[in-house]
Structure formats: C-alpha cells, structure tokens
C-alpha cells in the first residue's frame, strides 16, 4: 500500500503561540478590571457604586465578543488588541452615568428618581461620546487595501464595544443604582 510511503511532519505550530497570546489577553483584560474598579472605588468613595461598572464591563465584553462571533471575525491579535483597548472604553459611560445619579442622591433625591433624572441629564454626552468614537474607529474599517484588512476588524470591534456599552450604561446601570 502506498499510504505507508508518506510521512507528515509539523514544520510550524502557530497554535501555541496563539493560546500563549489568548492566555495573556485574559490576564490583561482581568488586570484592566481590577484596575479600574480600584480607581472607581477610591474616587466614588462607596463599595456599592464599584458594583455597577463591575457588572456592566463584563456584560459589555461578553456582548462584544457575541458580536465578534455573530460577524464571523477571527480572533487575532488586532481582534484581542481592540478587546484590550475596549476595556477603558467601556467604562467611561457607566462612570458618568453613575457619578451622575450619585450626585441626585447626594441632592436629596430617592434612588428611582435619582436614576431617572440623572441618566437623562446625562443622556445625550453619552450618545454623543459614543458617536465620536465609532467616528473615529470606523473610518479604520474601510481604509482601502492590504491596511484596510489589516485594521477592519480592530476598527469595528472597537465600534461595537463602544456602542454595546453605552446601551448598557443607559440602560442596566441606572436600575443598578436604584436598586444598590
């Protein structure tokens, strides 16, 4: 039989360095969070508010990651690099949203009337904060040739964290804060 001539050899692995970079993706993306709910704490000066962007980061990642899967990207290092990245981002509307209900509270408003009017107050900086920064990322997405394939995932990954997030600071952090 002419099967047993041939011999196949692994000449390169690129799957260990792969799982390598995945590996330390997490431990950067759980670094990103602890980090950040450090400072949140330290500056909100309360355990409880800590627990609203501690809710809301992981919701936003896990949705930017079915979005990730739902397009059909590969995960490369650009794609864990704009995960990465996105850490930051998808804090910072959740922060001011809840700085926000927390000053109402600290005016003498109840929980549900501090969430409602302080989410509202702050309504439109958050759509217009996250409008400017898929303005900025999504230009990357359309760059003509080989860079354009280079950076369409980065630009759009980081686009639909951006906008998943800022769904999830409108929407799920204030009925956190009126309920903490």
Not at 16 to 27: H, N, P, Q, S
Not at 87 to 98: E, N, S, Y
Not at 131 to 146: E, I, K, R, T, Y
């Amino acid at each position: 039989s002419r099967a047993r001539d041939f011999q196949l050899t692994t000449i390169s692995d690129d799957s260990i360095y792969i799982r390598g970079a995945l590996k330390e993706v997490l431990k950067t993306l759980v670094f990103a969070m602890a980090i950040v709910l450090l400072v949140v704490g330290i500056f909100l000066g309360q355990v409880r508010a800590v627990l609203v962007p501690a809710v809301t980061m992981p919701i936003s990642l896990v949705g930017t990651l079915a979005a990730i899967w739902l397009f059909g990207f590969s995960i490369h290092l650009l794609t864990l690099l704009a995960l990465v990245l996105a850490t930051g981002l998808i804090v910072d509307d959740a922060i001011v949203v809840l700085e926000n209900i927390q000053r109402r509270r600290a005016g003498g408003l109840g929980k549900m009337a501090a969430s409602v009017l302080g989410t509202e107050q702050v309504f439109f900086a958050v759509i217009a904060t996250t409008v400017s920064l898929v303005a900025v990322f999504v230009p990357l997405a359309v760059l003509p040739g080989d860079t354009g394939r280079l950076f369409r995932e980065f630009g759009l990954v980081l686009s639909i964290s951006v906008v998943i997030s800022s769904f999830v600071a409108l929407t799920l952090c204030p009925m956190l804060a009126s309920r903490l």
